[in-house]
Nanobody
Framework: QVQLVDSGGGVVQAGGSLRLACEFS????????MGWFRQAPGKRREFVAA????????SYTDAVTGRSTISRDNAKNTVYLQMSSLRSEDTAVYYC??????????????????WGQGTQVTVSS
């Protein structure tokens, strides 16, 4: 059974940076595309970024393009989300996600097979 443990959230001032991490266990990491979603209060969970099994391909929602980088370390079974130039609208709970499907489908929540517990990111202005 896949388990995902999210970490790295916190309170940061607008314009600051954070790096989120997600540790994967319970199956073969490189068989999974990985991604990050976020959910702000009163809003639906939304796609943020995804990375292919090999790590060679990535995709981002427009809202974070140019400000965020997703990466993975297949030797450490960990996926990261580096966020910079943070804005108040980035405030949300961020969830790690895993999928056995191709990474291009990860924008669809129905493609996700496992979720992390979430880590809170709060950007203060």
């Amino acid at each position: 059974q896949v388990q995902l443990v999210d970490s790295g959230g916190g309170v940061v001032q607008a314009g600051g940076s954070l790096r989120l991490a997600c540790e994967f266990s319970g199956d073969t990491f490189h068989n999974y595309a990985m991604g990050w979603f976020r959910q702000a209060p009163g809003k639906r969970r939304e796609f943020v970024a995804a990375i292919s099994r090999s790590g060679y391909s990535t995709s981002y929602t427009d809202a974070v393009t140019g400000r965020s980088t997703i990466s993975r370390d297949n030797a450490k079974n960990t996926v990261y989300l580096q966020m910079s130039s943070l804005r108040s609208e980035d405030t949300a709970v961020y969830y790690c996600a895993a999928s056995r499907q191709i990474f291009q489908t990860m924008g669809d929540i129905s493609a996700i097979s496992s979720w992390g517990q979430g880590t809170q990111v709060t950007v203060s202005s």
